[in-house]
């Protein structure tokens, strides 16, 4: 499975948008970019998926590059509640049986301010 | 729906003890996984399952033993506890087929060995 790169911490702005990136330059065709986060010391939360387009749901955006090598969460209007460490993995379709080696970073520690 | 429940929540063991640590899932979820978290770090997977009967290594399972002998459950066994080990454990499970929502995690074991 591919690694990736994220930096270690970021601050926001309680309000404004907060974007994360993340890098993936050894993601191989099939493999998908997934974003969790974990707050406290709670188990790791999933937060969004995707392979090649753009996508967006309740709780985020998530923009892929064209050449898939990196990738970006948005938290479109963060509150105090979004500060967590947030992780990106690349892992293979879950119906390929190596799909259980992905592995998680140190992820990037987020910290929205008021 | 209890999605993914790990027990013991707590445990303290002596150097040498044994201990078995349970994860057992209700969403009839084909993948399972065991992760340690040490302080301030990202999460390893130890070992993982892509179905009942059957286990495989992930990047550290050295000191480690697993067993899917049920869909629902996933053991993980420590067989002469060393301080070394002492972190937190999360348990996750997953869908294999393509609609895959992500992993969903338990709430973790913090486990202390002295």
């Known amino acids: 499975d591919a690694k990736t790169t994220q930096p270690p911490s970021m601050d926001c702005a309680e309000g404004r948008a907060a974007n994360l990136p993340c890098n993936h330059s050894?993601?191989?065709?099939?493999?998908?970019v997934y974003w969790y986060r974990q707050i406290h010391s709670q188990g790791p939360q999933y937060i969004i998926h995707?392979?090649?387009n753009n996508e967006t749901n309740e709780m985020a955006s998530l923009i892929i590059t064209e050449d898939r090598k990196s990738s970006t969460l948005i938290l479109p209007h963060a509150t105090l509640r979004d500060t967590a460490v947030y992780y990106c993995?690349?892992?293979?379709?879950?119906?390929?049986?190596?799909?259980?080696?992905?592995?998680f970073g140190d992820g990037t520690t987020l910290t929205v301010k008021p | 729906n209890a999605g993914v429940t790990q027990t013991p929540k707590f445990r303290v063991l002596k150097t040498g003890q044994s201990m078995t640590l349970l994860c057992a899932q209700d969403?009839?979820?084909?993948?399972m996984y065991w992760y340690r978290q040490d302080p301030g770090m990202g999460l390893r997977l130890i070992h993982y399952?892509?179905?009942?009967?059957?286990?495989a290594k992930g990047e550290v399972p050295d000191g480690y033993n697993v067993s899917r002998l049920k869909k629902q459950n996933f053991l993980l066994g420590l067989e002469s506890a060393a301080p070394s080990q002492t972190s937190v454990y999360f348990c996750?499970?997953?869908?294999?087929?393509?609609?895959?929502?992500?992993?969903?995690f338990g709430s973790g074991t913090r486990l202390t060995v002295v």
């Open positions: 969403m009839n979820h084909e993948y």
């Open positions: 995707g392979l090649k």
């Open positions: 399952s892509v179905g009942e009967g059957t286990t």
């Open positions: 050894t993601i191989s065709g099939n493999e998908y």
């Open positions: 993995i690349v892992r293979l379709p879950p119906i390929n049986t190596n799909a259980g080696k992905s592995t």
């Open positions: 996750a499970s997953s869908f294999s087929d393509g609609i895959n929502y992500g992993y969903t």
